[in-house]
């Protein structure tokens, strides 16, 4: 298959410092972060918690982040499931039509590791091995306020888990 | 009165959460990640209760000492908190941690369960 796309040299080359680049891309969206949801074979667990954070409580548009209907106005991509070997090609698809600079965000157990379904022969799973991710969110499903700390880690305004 | 819903509204104030401002207090019985306490920790010979317990593999023992003993480790991005594990110590050393704030950027220096995770989070595959 040819819908494979160029992998991001994440670590090896042209970046030196890894925190300095992460400053330039918050500068670069301006505090507004517009993320694209792609569901690759998740239970909806994590589509459920992904709703609560707009809800008026957890409140995401009040931190600059909003969710995207086209990967074309997306700067990050929110991934959730184990990769299934059927959305292994529509998730590679919406990643190459996002404009770069873009960050990729594993959601829940599944997408970061494969999950309960890691041993799954339809899956093609963890997102590692397809895209480059930026942040892990783990978490069977996450909590909203994981998900929030997750987002707001992926535009370095909050410290990673220790 | 006409206005009863804004007084309301008026003496309840702003319910929004503060985070990342203030921090947020999780619920009693919230369950964030699987801490191993090493000092109680004490897996004998063969497969600990907790590891088979695991379901998504997260739990592993690694065996490195001669005689038989080893340590256990966590790949907590594969958690999926279902507590089954604590129930399952005998030796009570594990716990469930009260922090929400679990992302992190890379699963790289974070301790791999042996088998099958530890390949797949190798190179990348094409098919």
Known sequence: ?162 | MQLSWLWRGLRTGVLTTRYPKASEAMPERWRGVVRIDPDRCRPGAGLPPCVSACLPAALSLDVAAADGTGRLSLDAAACIACGLCIGACPDGALAMTASFELATRSRTGRETPTGGTAQRSGGEKRR
């Not at chain 1, 709703?51 to 409580?57: E, K, L, M, Q, V």
């Not at chain 1, 091995?129 to 880690?153: A, M, N, Q």
């Open chain 1, 1 to 162: 298959m040819n819908d494979v796309p160029p992998r991001q040299a994440a670590a090896d080359d042209t970046i030196a410092d890894e925190r300095l680049l992460r400053r330039r891309i918050a500068r670069l969206f301006r505090g507004s972060f517009h993320l694209r949801h792609v569901d690759a074979g998740s239970c909806n667990g994590c589509e459920a918690e992904l709703r609560a954070i707009s809800n008026p409580f957890y409140d995401l548009h009040r931190l600059g982040i909003f969710v995207s209907t086209s990967p074309r106005h997306a700067d990050g991509l929110l991934v959730t499931g184990p990769i299934t070997m059927a959305m292994r090609g529509p998730l590679l698809r919406t990643y190459e039509a996002m404009p770069e600079p873009r960050l990729v965000i594993a959601v829940g157990a599944c997408a970061c590791t494969g999950g309960v379904f890691a041993r799954s022969p339809l899956v093609v799973g963890p997102l590692e091995r397809l895209l480059p991710v930026d942040v892990f969110i783990p978490g069977c499903p996450p909590s909203p306020l994981t998900l929030l700390h997750g987002l707001l880690l992926a535009l370095d305004r909050v410290e990673a888990a220790r």
